[in-house]
């Protein structure tokens, strides 16, 4: 069955980076794509960007295209997504997920991270 | 990229009917045929539930059904279970991008 599991939670300061891993298992990693969502306390998903495992380009959201890179390494079945220069606005839930024309149809667990001083 | 529109509430009693809107663009939902809703229960990862504006993944209950009409897609839920208590969220093809609704808490009352 398909599995992505991440990588646990994380505390940074203020102005610090924060990289996320995603490992995959279950399926070929390189037939699909990578998407990253966040989701802040209390708050809906925003999507932040996508990577094609196989070829490696990369989609981001406008609003994060300047502080995130989102990576993979094939050998490894994994993804990873790194953002920087974090303010307390970045604390969140981070899930990657299998991407499949367009639809998420299988989610990591989910990665905490805490942006706080 | 601005997200779709949800209303931030809907509710329905066990056995009934409820169906959640959401509103895009020419852009993203009314573009494209590539909407998906999402179900997501306290404290676990979202669950895709509907793609590709009407198809349903294997597992999920017919009771779940989407349609759209130019820029506003729709779930909509039959037969409310106390199981179907959760946020739902739209989201759609944006043109190499994805955009997500502000999501919708469903109570079953």
């Known amino acids: 069955q398909v599995q992505l599991v991440q990588s646990g939670a994380e505390v940074r300061k203020p102005g610090a980076s924060v990289k996320v891993s995603c490992k995959a298992s279950g399926y070929s990693f390189t037939s699909k794509g990578i998407s990253w969502v966040r989701q802040a306390p209390g708050q809906g998903l925003e999507w932040m960007g996508w990577i094609s495992a196989y070829r490696g380009n990369t989609n981001y959201a406008q609003k994060f295209q300047d502080r995130v890179t989102v990576t993979t390494d094939t050998s490894a079945s994994t993804a990873y997504m790194e953002l920087r220069s974090l303010t307390s606005d970045d604390t969140a839930v981070y899930y990657c997920?299998?991407?499949?024309?367009?639809?998420?149809?299988?989610w990591g667990q989910g990665t905490l991270v805490t942006v706080s001083s | 990229q601005s997200a779709l529109t949800q209303p931030p509430s809907a509710s329905g009693s066990p056995g009934q009917s409820v169906t959640i809107s959401c509103t895009g663009t020419?852009?993203?939902?009314?573009?494209?045929?590539?909407v998906s809703w999402y179900q997501q229960h306290p404290g676990k990862a979202p669950k895709v539930i509907i793609y590709?504006?009407?198809k349903r993944p294997s597992g999920v209950p017919d009771r779940f059904s989407g349609s759209k009409s130019d820029n506003t897609a729709s779930l909509t839920v039959s037969g409310l279970q106390a199981d179907d208590e959760a946020d739902y969220y739209c989201?759609?093809?944006?043109?190499?991008?994805?955009?997500f609704g502000g999501g919708t808490k469903l109570t079953v009352l």
């Open positions: 020419s852009s993203d939902v009314g573009g494209y045929n590539y």
């Open positions: 590709e504006v009407t």
């Open positions: 997920a299998r991407d499949v024309d367009y639809r998420c149809d299988n």
């Open positions: 989201s759609s093809y944006a043109g190499n991008t994805r955009v």
